[in-house]
């Protein structure tokens, strides 16, 4: 779970380590001063979605740190109302394919906002729309994670789940302990669970290969790869049999050779005895002639 730099009081009057860190005194801003850094922004969001526009992209990317930086220690709500507009870049994530590293930071943006809507609340007396909103986009934030976590890439997925298990306990049911927060508690309904129990299972818990199967694994891997490169696999292959064909040829040849050569040598030590009058060595067969049946 990303923790907060501090701690806060929550809504229900009691000491949270969940809640965003204490609200510190910030200078009011002037309208015109708001009105530019929203349009800004939004003119990022334009260019940093556009998959073909680096620079848009990275523009986007560092606007999303600096704010999140910011989120994490103040409330800037008032400076920049950012939530619609990230929200609208999270969809959009699930939509189409955007840069991964500015989707993640959108969902741990977004958790930052609305923990701060949470701690703005009244708990005396809070207004039934802010509740009522409140609680719509902590629900639609969940729905766009849990898609993530379905179709996301690993970095994504991470950033997803760690956001649902934040808003599951922030707006979990010790919100009952003030009556007016009772209508905030969020609860997922099964299919979500079984999702994050399984992610849970298969990413934390599951069972690397050996090494030594990975290994061969990679080798088969390039194998196939250089073998599908190649323009005329075929030939290759003939090849291949055809020398390890020769191979075997030559090795019985040599083979042979070894066994006729001690018969040669008998055989002429044999005729260099009888040419001495002594008697010859048995020889059954012409050694030539079993060379030539051993070829």
């Known amino acids: 779970m990303r923790m907060s730099s501090g701690t806060a009081p929550s809504p229900t009057g009691t000491s949270s380590t969940t809640s965003c860190p204490s609200r ?3 200078p009011s801003p002037s309208g015109s001063s708001s009105m530019s850094s929203s349009v800004t922004f939004n003119s990022n969001i334009t260019e940093g ?19 999140y930086a910011f989120y994490q220690a103040h409330d800037i709500t008032d400076l920049a109302d950012i939530e619609s507009d990230v929200s609208g870049i999270i969809t959009k994530a699930n ?23 949470l701690y703005r609340t009244n708990p005396s007396e809070p207004s039934k729309q802010d509740l009522k909103r409140l609680r719509k ?12 976590i379905q179709f996301g890439v690993a970095n994504v997925q991470k950033e997803a789940f760690i956001t649902v298990c934040d808003m599951l306990i922030i707006f979990a049911p010790q919100l009952k302990q003030n009556p007016n927060y009772s209508s905030l508690i969020v609860v ?12 849970v299972m298969t990413t934390v818990f599951a069972e ?54 001690p018969r040669l040598r008998r055989h002429r030590e044999a005729d260099h005895v ?22």
């Open 137 to 148: 986009s902590v629900v639609q934030l969940i729905q766009q994670c849990d898609e993530l």
């Open 49 to 67: 979605l556009d998959t073909e526009n680096e620079q848009g992209e990275y523009k986007l990317l560092v606007d999303m740190k600096r704010l």
């Open 274 to 295: 009888e040419s001495a009058g002594t008697k010859p060595y048995e020889v059954h067969a012409n050694p030539a002639t079993q060379l030539g049946a051993a070829v």
């Open 208 to 261: 690397e290969e050996p090494q030594q199967f990975q290994d061969e694994e990679d080798d088969e891997a390039k194998t196939e790869v250089l073998i599908e490169k190649t323009p005329n696999v075929s030939l290759i292959r003939q090849t291949h049999r055809l020398q390890h064909h020769r191979n075997a040829v030559s090795g019985a040849h040599l083979r042979a050779v070894l066994q006729v050569i």
């Open 24 to 26: 510190q005194p910030l």
């Open 95 to 117: 939509q189409q394919q955007i840069n991964d590293d500015i989707t993640a930071t959108a969902v741990m943006l977004m958790q930052v906002i609305l923990s701060w809507a």
């Open 188 to 199: 997922p309904d099964k299919s979500v669970q079984i999702r994050l129990r399984d992610y």
